[in-house]
């Protein structure tokens, strides 16, 4: 068992993100039981869910003329369009049936806000408003965090980087999170989480 003050963090390992989902990522299921041996490990298990109301303004299908994966200006900044996904109470919104979530101390939602995208377990993508999830793994004394799930490029990214930011040491076992890969987005995100001093291991 790790100490007390290490948490896993499980990102957004839902019916959406695996093969037959929404926005399927290839080979998203591949990781489930890898994960349930992981939380076996850690006193802290924190999972999050992507969890956004119908007609969310990050599904293509609210900006007429535009196709999933094209980007639309945001007061916030550049968002990528998505296929509908994990709408709230959906199917598809729900965990991987083979993920056990009894483990879990804290299940944290996020993106339920319409006219904002949340990536971050901890900030949405304004990058400012926060989700809740520093204020719990403080209280309880977390300062180390090993973060797995879906999908490497995007809600896994954002959430290291963030955390790293705040002054947690962030490990991303590499080998228990699948990407999305647009145009290079995965090697891209690599990059950008090593720059940020996110321990990238296997
Ligand atoms: C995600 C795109 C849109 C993710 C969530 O979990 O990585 N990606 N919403
Ligand atoms: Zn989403």
């Given at each position: 068992m790790q100490a007390t003050d290490d948490a896993l963090i499980v990102i957004d390992v839902q019916n959406d993100f695996c093969p037959g989902g929404a926005l399927a990522v290839e080979d998203?299921?591949?990781?489930?039981?890898?994960?349930?041996?992981?939380?076996?490990e850690f006193a802290v298990v924190?999972?999050?869910?992507?969890?956004?109301?119908?007609?969310?303004s990050s599904f293509a299908s609210e900006h007429p003329g535009k196709s999933p994966f094209e980007t639309v200006e945001m007061p916030y900044g550049t968002q990528v369009l998505w296929p509908d996904h994990c709408v709230q109470g959906s199917h598809g919104a729900a965990f991987h049936p083979d993920l056990h979530t009894d483990p879990a101390h804290l299940?944290?939602?996020?993106?339920?806000?319409?006219?904002?995208d949340s990536y971050s377990a901890f900030f949405e993508n304004d990058h400012s408003t926060p989700t809740g999830?520093?204020?719990?793994?403080?209280?309880?004394?977390?300062?180390?965090?090993?973060?797995?799930?879906?999908?490497?490029?995007?809600?896994?990214?954002?959430?290291?980087?963030?955390?790293?930011?705040?002054?947690?040491?962030?490990?991303?076992?590499?080998?228990?999170?699948r990407g999305i890969d647009l145009d290079g987005s995965l090697a891209a995100a690599r990059a950008a989480m090593r720059d940020a001093g996110v321990a990238l291991a296997d």
């Open positions: 998203g299921d591949a990781i489930v039981a890898g994960i349930n041996a992981l939380m076996e924190v999972l999050t869910q992507d969890w956004h109301p119908p007609r969310h299940i944290i939602r996020k993106g339920h806000r319409r006219a904002i999830l520093e204020g719990y793994l403080r209280t309880l004394g977390v300062e180390r965090l090993t973060m797995v799930g879906l999908a490497t490029d995007f809600c896994v990214q954002f959430s290291a980087r963030d955390a790293a930011k705040l002054g947690f040491a962030v490990t991303l076992r590499e080998s228990l999170c």
